[in-house]
């Protein structure tokens, strides 16, 4: 009998810089394939393999990993996570857990797409008493990979890392996923950066340890570039039917195509898409694109593109082999071809006030223990989150001028904010301006005067007419006027979650 593993480690920490701007405002391995993080459909595979302690080492924007993947519970299992001050390769970070990691446990590289039957490769690693096993796939190019060389056993004998086409001596690459004896780790620095397949790999087969291959069952794709993801997605759609509650009306469909959950499309041509859920597309013809959830395009034409979510695309508007990012508004008319700066086109926001807005006024909030979220507050913020909003809050903070706080410890209370807000609906705040400033002090940056908001315009390229200021005073209103976006004003009758459902439906 094979002995049980329960343990995984998935390494999320890279920038995914090849994927920006869509990756700007969320880390490569939850990028959606089908409106479920891709990191999602690994986890699921793992839990239904025995696997029930998961622990994620994360690193860029691990708040929104948080927020995406959560505690396990929908899979019945427990996700942790730990993070890097510092980029630390893979098998750094994987030594950074060391104290907390099994006997035998499984690493993956959490920046691909993979759906594959692990336990199949955990018993591969035992029945041939491996140190180490790894997951071997075949591709058609393997110059920007890891590729290795097997003996009849399927031993590994050798490693070449991203080899020039004359140095290919096998067309089989490292697919990232590892069962792994923890011994193995005594040969990897502590506190220092070390990577699995440039360093650790090669000192184990010097040393004589087994290196395993296996190959794998299953789907997997990298995804490091935006066509990568485009074709994750398309492969999966070709396997998977539109939801019955996505509605597709008067449209030429040819090749692949899906539409996601409660997603309208009407009066399209469209061939070889997938449009995620929540969408609203009219009039439009659309080719070989991907487009996120929450989008709103009417009248435009796009070929060979991707939209972040929440997207607005106006009518007459053209996009050829662009790759446009999260609440980008692309106004009637114009026209993008190509990789493009960020700055090329505006975003769309909310800005929110603080106290009696999103959290329970105490007067002045000068302790971390003062936090005390509204009802439904960070649910609501996460909404806004997946609708391709930024979330900026502007509060006036008068208790610094006062002396009751100093600025190190206003953050400390901010801090406490970002993680009651993860902890109960996993709601992200993008950025936050405040001034420190005394009412009567004569300064710039106090609400109602624009100048915070007009920073903030500045530095995220915010559209203000398709943005909105949710506060509960009439200075918040003002504030909103003065920046030239629409303000929407809450009470105890109609709360900041009234406000938030009112501008998604807008």
């Known amino acids: 009998m094979t002995p049980k593993v329960r343990q995984a480690v998935i390494m999320v920490g890279g920038k995914g810089t090849r994927l920006r701007p869509l990756t700007d405002n969320c880390p490569k391995p939850i990028l959606p394939v089908l409106d479920k993080p891709c990191l999602?459909?690994?986890?699921?595979?793992?839990?239904?393999?025995?696997?029930?302690?998961?622990?994620?080492?994360?690193?860029?924007?691990?708040?929104?990993?948080?927020?995406?993947?959560?505690?396990?519970?929908?899979?019945?299992?427990?996700?942790?996570?730990?993070?890097?001050d510092h980029p630390m390769g893979t098998a750094g970070a994987v030594k950074l857990l060391e104290d907390r990691l099994d006997d035998v446990f499984i690493a993956v590289n959490g920046d691909v797409f993979i759906d594959?039957?692990?336990?199949?490769?955990?018993?591969?690693?035992f029945e041939h008493d491996a140190s180490v096993t790894i997951a071997l796939t075949t591709v058609s190019d393997p110059t920007q990979f890891g590729i290795v060389?097997?003996?009849?056993?399927?031993?590994?004998?050798?490693?070449?890392?991203?080899?020039?086409?004359?140095?290919?001596?096998?067309?089989?690459?490292?697919?990232?996923?590892?069962?792994?004896?923890?011994?193995?780790l005594r040969f990897v620095p502590k506190g220092e950066p070390f990577d699995l397949s440039k360093d650790l790999f090669p000192i184990l087969l010097e040393n004589g340890y087994r290196l395993q291959g296996h190959r794998m069952d299953g789907h997997w794709r990298d995804v490091g570039r935006p066509y990568d993801l485009f074709h994750a997605n398309l492969e999966t759609a070709a396997r998977?039917?539109?939801?019955?509650?996505?509605?597709?009306?008067?449209?030429?469909?040819?090749?692949?195509?899906?539409?996601?959950?409660?997603?309208?499309?009407?009066a399209c041509c469209v061939k070889d898409t997938v449009i995620h859920g929540d969408c609203i597309v009219k009039d439009s013809t659309i080719s070989d694109s991907l487009i996120m959830s929450h989008c709103n395009i009417h009248g435009a034409r796009i070929e060979g593109s991707i939209l972040g979510k929440g997207c607005i695309v106006g009518k007459g508007a053209m996009l050829k082999d662009a790759v446009i990012g999260d609440g980008a508004i692309i106004p009637d008319g114009m026209s993008i071809e190509g990789t493009i700066d960020r700055t090329a086109y505006k975003r769309k926001a909310v800005f929110i006030d603080r106290d009696d807005t999103i959290n329970d006024d105490v007067g002045h909030c000068s302790r971390p223990e003062d936090i005390r979220l509204l009802p439904g507050v960070s649910n609501a913020i996460a909404s806004l989150n997946r609708s391709g909003f930024l979330?900026?809050?502007?509060?006036?903070?008068?208790?610094?001028?006062?002396?009751?706080?100093?600025?190190?410890?206003?953050?400390?209370?901010?801090?406490?904010?970002?993680?009651?807000?993860?902890?109960?609906?996993?709601?992200?705040?993008?950025?936050?301006?405040?001034?420190?400033?005394?009412?009567?002090?004569?300064c710039d940056c106090r609400k109602p005067k624009p100048m915070l908001g007009l920073k903030a315009i500045e530095k995220y390229g915010i559209d203000p007419r398709y943005s909105f200021m949710v506060g509960d005073s009439d200075k918040d209103i003002e504030f909103g006027r003065n920046i030239g976006v629409k303000p929407i004003k809450v009470d105890g009758d109609y709360t900041f979650v009234d406000a938030v459902n009112d501008i998604i439906d807008a």
Request: proline fraction near 2%; include cysteine; aromatic fraction near 8%.
């Open 40 to 84: 999602e459909y690994f986890i699921d595979s793992i839990a239904k393999e025995g696997i029930t302690d998961v622990i994620l080492a994360c690193g860029y924007k691990s708040e929104y990993m948080t927020s995406a993947i959560g505690d396990g519970s929908r899979q019945g299992i427990s996700i942790t996570y730990s993070y890097e």
């Open 116 to 125: 594959i039957d692990v336990g199949k490769e955990i018993r591969d690693h």
């Open 149 to 184: 060389g097997l003996d009849d056993d399927g031993r590994i004998t050798r490693f070449k890392e991203k080899p020039k086409k004359e140095e290919a001596f096998s067309n089989l690459i490292n697919a990232g996923v590892y069962v792994f004896n923890k011994d193995v």
């Open 240 to 266: 998977k039917e539109s939801p019955d509650d996505s509605s597709v009306d008067s449209c030429e469909i040819s090749g692949t195509f899906y539409s996601g959950s409660r997603s309208k499309v009407s």
């Open 391 to 442: 979330v900026i809050m502007v509060t006036n903070q008068s208790v610094i001028g006062r002396g009751m706080v100093d600025e190190k410890g206003l953050d400390a209370i901010h801090d406490k904010l970002r993680e009651d807000l993860l902890a109960t609906g996993g709601g992200v705040i993008d950025d936050i301006f405040y001034c420190p400033h005394l009412p009567d002090a004569g």
